[in-house]
């Protein structure tokens, strides 16, 4: 040991200091934050809001430097409850993670799913959102009221469409839409399709009369003027996008979506920590919040025990809806 010069002291030191950023930079291992294989489901077509959820949450936190190479995968089918079932099945995967939203808590309930939200380990409600009211751009509806008009004259001959099952968002919001305009929710013709991306493609098609999504899944359509916006369902409007509320235009409807993330059942403290770590860093990052303003998304971040507790309220309150109009 004796032996050693000032200069290979030096040169050992260096190698202290240099060799971990090199070793961790963008790869969320100083933070604590990378999941190698991570694996992150949607549990609808691409496209929908769970699809462009998880592609951003995935890319910002790569861009972040908090994980890296996140697989993002869809597995479409009966409003999120097929993805779900799977999700379930995967007891004790600490590298899944499943994209959801209200959509999923309607569609257990409508579809009468062998597994629930209940069975999942809860990690973060991530944002929240307004959904739209839209029809194709050479519609004859120029107005919510010229909209309204025609479907109270005649409810059935109106098709609305959504991307999700009865109870989830883009079907409680028209029929709440519904009852204020006086029009009885069970004479609707709702037409559920699996997420927004499937139901672009019927709106511009004039297959339907018009419909409901999330503001961040048709922005760009809006914006091109392939769409035209005639109403967000939340209590204000939404900037960059020339359309009243709901309430503005007399319709007592205050509606708005959220979404988040859950794991399997049979994780580890260790393994629940570590993925509700990432989703906060994530949550924290200038990537995150850049794409939240951008798709129009609302903070609403919640983890853990808290989320849990949330899903289940969420549940208890999509029942209590689907009764009040009559629809269970």
Known sequence: MRLRTPLALLGAALLVLVGPPLLTT????????????????VPNTPGGGYDITARTAAKNAEDAGLTRSVEVFNLPGAGGTVGLTRLVNERGNG???????????????????????????????LTEEQDVVVVAKDSPYRTVDDLVTAWKANPGRL??????SPGGPDHLAPMLMAQAAGIA?????YIPFDGGG?????ILGSKVAFGVSGVGEYRDQIEAG???????TGPERVPGLAAPTLRESGYDVE???WRGVVAPPGLTDAE??????????????KEWQESMKRNGWDDAFLTGDEFGAFLAAEDERVVSVLKELGLV
Do not use: Y
């Open 26 to 41: 963008g790869s969320g291992a100083g933070t604590g934050t990378h999941i190698p294989g991570l694996r992150l489901m």
């Open 159 to 164: 098709p609305v469409g959504g991307g999700s």
């Open 272 to 285: 629940r920590a570590k993925l509700v770590r990432l989703l906060e860093a994530l949550h924290d990052s």
């Open 95 to 125: 590298k899944l993670a499943m994209s959801m939203g209200l959509g999923v808590v309607g569609a257990v309930r409508s579809n009468h799913a062998p597994r629930t939200l209940a069975d999942t380990t809860p990690l973060a409600r």
């Open 226 to 232: 392939e769409l035209r916006l005639l109403a967000v």
């Open 185 to 189: 929710p069970k004479d609707v013709n």
């Open 198 to 202: 499937e139901l672009l493609a019927s």
């Open 255 to 257: 509606f708005t979506n």
